[in-house]
Structure formats: structure tokens, C-alpha cells
């Protein structure tokens, strides 16, 4: 059963960025160089969709490694977490992922999905309540990195499970993902705790291959949010003068991905002129890969313990079930 989420008043369209804000972030990016935008403007429709298509393709790793994890250790990950558990997964998307949770768990209370695409909200509830019609589903569009209240389940909940799959906070820098984790903590309270899908450190090049896929659907991926500039912000730039490029950053652990001026050029947007010499960049996303001590530390600063991590055989990426100290 989808219910709206009573008592929930941010339950309907703290969602989407408006293109004030939008613009407000464009031109903070690109102020001046190093030039970077948020990786979370990667994510309209069509960002959404190409997205979805990255995930089947063979290059890119973590989303079949993660459900082999599920798949394999899924009744582990049940026991771990235990039954009456309220269930709210951190950027639903389009809940292919759900599944092989909510099939193990022990009478969830209810599925909470949270995502910030209205379109896709819609679309993966009504298809986990076709799935599981005695399950309450209370999906919440908002931006799951900003607080948010919970909705409450007409069953009352053991506890609160965050389910956090898919590597994204490895899209948040260092300081962020503590932040935001600390936030975790306390929004599932005692008793409460999270699954979570991180990826782990590896051969560069298995990382490049992943970012940068010889199908080019993770360049379109990248270039979209140009189109989206110009849509969203009438922005007056030549997509083909850009190129997506993945780098590895040593310093810091993580995959980039970048927006290469191929030429000298001016992009305008919103009344401002932006100079970009040839080979210049925009960041447009981060992608941490962690290792299992390193991960720990950060998780024990933030308030969780480790209390349990299943890997792949060739220990490509990780599900981890974290409690709250
Ligand atoms: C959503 N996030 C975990 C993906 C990642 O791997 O960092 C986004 C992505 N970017 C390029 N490919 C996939």
C-alpha cells in the first residue's frame, strides 16, 4: 500500500533545485578556476536515465558486484539487521536495489524511498507495492542530504534501517561524507543502523574503464549536464567544444570526472561571460573508492561501529552493516 507521508510536511517537493538555485551554484562553480559543479546537477531526466544505463553495462562494476553481494549474503544482511525495522533508503532511485533487501528482511514496518526525482519516486513505489502489497510504502521526495523528517508507519517500528546503497556517498568529499553520516546516526537513533554499498580501492585502470565505458554512455552521462545548462539556464555553449574525461586523483583516492574545453572559448550564462582556455575542466563529480580501515575510522568518527562487511571475492566493492554507537 503507497500512502502519502502522513505528518510529513516535507514529504512533497522540498525535491528539486530551482533554476535560481541552480544558476546561483552554476555560477559559484565557475567563478574561477579550478572550475567544478555539483555532481548532484548530473540527475535530471535524462541524467537519471542515462544513469540507469551505465549500471547494465559491463564496464562499470559496482552495480552487479553489489547485487551479487546482496544476492549472495542477502540472509546474513537480514539476521545482521533484524525484523520491524523502517526501512528508508537514501536515494531510492529506481529501487533496483530493494529487492534483495526487502526480500530477506523479517516483517519490515514499512518502505520509506527517498529520492529527489519526483518521476522515478513514483514510478519504483507503485512497482515495490505491486511487489510486496503488504508492505506500507511512504515515499518522500526530498534531498536526502538535507534533513528531512521521517514519515511514520501505521505499524510502529523496532527500529530505523537507512539503506544506502550503490557507492553514493562515495560522491561526497571527506569532510561531507562524516558530516552527513553523523546526521545518519542520529536521524536512525539508537538501536538503529544502516546498510550501506561502498566501493573499494583498485586497479586504476578497472576504475578508468568504469568512468570512462567504451560504449560512451558515461560521457553522454557527463556532457548532459551542458545540455542541461543550456535547457534549465539558456546557457549560450557549444556542447561538441567539450569532451568527458575520467582521471584518477592519487592524492586523494578518487575517480573525477571533468568537462575538457577542447578549444579557447567564452560560455555565457545568466549575463556572465566564462573564459575557458583549451584542455581548462569542469569537475563535475568525485568518486571516492575507500579501503575497509580507512572506511572504519571515518564510520567510528561519524557515530556508527562496523558491525559487519561482506565483500566480493575479489574484494571489488562492499556491503557493510553499520550500527549506531
Ligand atoms: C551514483 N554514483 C555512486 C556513481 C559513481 O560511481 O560514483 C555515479 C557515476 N558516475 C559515473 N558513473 C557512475
Same mark, same amino acid.
Given at each position: 500500500m503507497v500512502s502519502d507521508s502522513?505528518? *510529513?510536511?516535507? !514529504?512533497?517537493?522540498?525535491a528539486r533545485p530551482d533554476s535560481d538555485e541552480l544558476l546561483a551554484d552554476v555560477l559559484r562553480g565557475l567563478s574561477e578556476p579550478p572550475y567544478a559543479l555539483s555532481p548532484?546537477?548530473?540527475?535530471d531526466q535524462r541524467g537519471s536515465e542515462l544513469f540507469d544505463r551505465i549500471c547494465d553495462?559491463?564496464?562499470?562494476?559496482?552495480t552487479r558486484t553489489e547485487l551479487s553481494i546482496l544476492e549472495e549474503s542477502g540472509g546474513e544482511i537480514a539476521s545482521a539487521v533484524g525484523g520491524e525495522a523502517l526501512v528508508v533508503e537514501l536515494g *531510492?532511485?529506481? !529501487?533496483?536495489?530493494t529487492r534483495a533487501l526487502l526480500d530477506r528482511l523479517?516483517?519490515?514496518?514499512a518502505y520509506v524511498p527517498v529520492d529527489i526525482s519526483r518521476e522515478h519516486l513514483e514510478a519504483a513505489a507503485a512497482r515495490i507495492d505491486g511487489i510486496y502489497p503488504e508492505l506500507e510504502v511512504l515515499p518522500v521526495a526530498a534531498d536526502y542530504t538535507r534533513p528531512f523528517p521521517l514519515p511514520r508507519p501505521t505499524c510502529p517500528a523496532e527500529r530505523t534501517l537507512l539503506y544506502f546503497p550503490g557507492s553514493t556517498l562515495g560522491n561526497f568529499d571527506l569532510p561531507d561524507a562524516e558530516d552527513f553520516l553523523a546526521r545518519q546516526a542520529e536521524q536512525a537513533g539508537s538501536g538503529g543502523g544502516m546498510v550501506l554499498g561502498l566501493d573499494l580501492q583498485k586497479d586504476v585502470d578497472v576504475l578508468l574503464r568504469a568512468y570512462d565505458d567504451p560504449e560512451g554512455i558515461t560521457a553522454a552521462f557527463n556532457r548532459n549536464l551542458l545540455q542541461r545548462l543550456r535547457k534549465e539556464l539558456g546557457a549560450d555553449l557549444d556542447i561538441e567544444a567539450f569532451a568527458h574525461r575520467a582521471r584518477f586523483n592519487e592524492e586523494l583516492g578518487c575517480v573525477e570526472m571533468h568537462l575538457e574545453s577542447l578549444t579557447d572559448q567564452e560560455v555565457r550564462i545568466g549575463g556572465h561571460a566564462i573564459p575557458f582556455q583549451t584542455g581548462q575542466t569542469i569537475r563535475t563529480e568525485r568518486s571516492y573508492k575507500y579501503t575497509l580501515d580507512g572506511f572504519r575510522t571515518l564510520a567510528e568518527r561519524a557515530g556508527?561501529?562496523?558491525?559487519q562487511v561482506w565483500t566480493d571475492p575479489a574484494a571489488y566493492f562492499s556491503v557493510q552493516y553499520l550500527e549506531v554507537v
Amino acid at each position: 500500500m503507497v500512502s502519502d507521508s502522513r505528518g *510529513s510536511p516535507a !514529504s512533497l517537493d522540498q525535491a528539486r533545485p530551482d533554476s535560481d538555485e541552480l544558476l546561483a551554484d552554476v555560477l559559484r562553480g565557475l567563478s574561477e578556476p579550478p572550475y567544478a559543479l555539483s555532481p548532484k546537477y548530473l540527475y535530471d531526466q535524462r541524467g537519471s536515465e542515462l544513469f540507469d544505463r551505465i549500471c547494465d553495462l559491463e564496464a562499470y562494476y559496482p552495480t552487479r558486484t553489489e547485487l551479487s553481494i546482496l544476492e549472495e549474503s542477502g540472509g546474513e544482511i537480514a539476521s545482521a539487521v533484524g525484523g520491524e525495522a523502517l526501512v528508508v533508503e537514501l536515494g *531510492s532511485g529506481s !529501487s533496483n536495489k530493494t529487492r534483495a533487501l526487502l526480500d530477506r528482511l523479517p516483517q519490515p514496518a514499512a518502505y520509506v524511498p527517498v529520492d529527489i526525482s519526483r518521476e522515478h519516486l513514483e514510478a519504483a513505489a507503485a512497482r515495490i507495492d505491486g511487489i510486496y502489497p503488504e508492505l506500507e510504502v511512504l515515499p518522500v521526495a526530498a534531498d536526502y542530504t538535507r534533513p528531512f523528517p521521517l514519515p511514520r508507519p501505521t505499524c510502529p517500528a523496532e527500529r530505523t534501517l537507512l539503506y544506502f546503497p550503490g557507492s553514493t556517498l562515495g560522491n561526497f568529499d571527506l569532510p561531507d561524507a562524516e558530516d552527513f553520516l553523523a546526521r545518519q546516526a542520529e536521524q536512525a537513533g539508537s538501536g538503529g543502523g544502516m546498510v550501506l554499498g561502498l566501493d573499494l580501492q583498485k586497479d586504476v585502470d578497472v576504475l578508468l574503464r568504469a568512468y570512462d565505458d567504451p560504449e560512451g554512455i558515461t560521457a553522454a552521462f557527463n556532457r548532459n549536464l551542458l545540455q542541461r545548462l543550456r535547457k534549465e539556464l539558456g546557457a549560450d555553449l557549444d556542447i561538441e567544444a567539450f569532451a568527458h574525461r575520467a582521471r584518477f586523483n592519487e592524492e586523494l583516492g578518487c575517480v573525477e570526472m571533468h568537462l575538457e574545453s577542447l578549444t579557447d572559448q567564452e560560455v555565457r550564462i545568466g549575463g556572465h561571460a566564462i573564459p575557458f582556455q583549451t584542455g581548462q575542466t569542469i569537475r563535475t563529480e568525485r568518486s571516492y573508492k575507500y579501503t575497509l580501515d580507512g572506511f572504519r575510522t571515518l564510520a567510528e568518527r561519524a557515530g556508527f561501529r562496523v558491525a559487519q562487511v561482506w565483500t566480493d571475492p575479489a574484494a571489488y566493492f562492499s556491503v557493510q552493516y553499520l550500527e549506531v554507537v
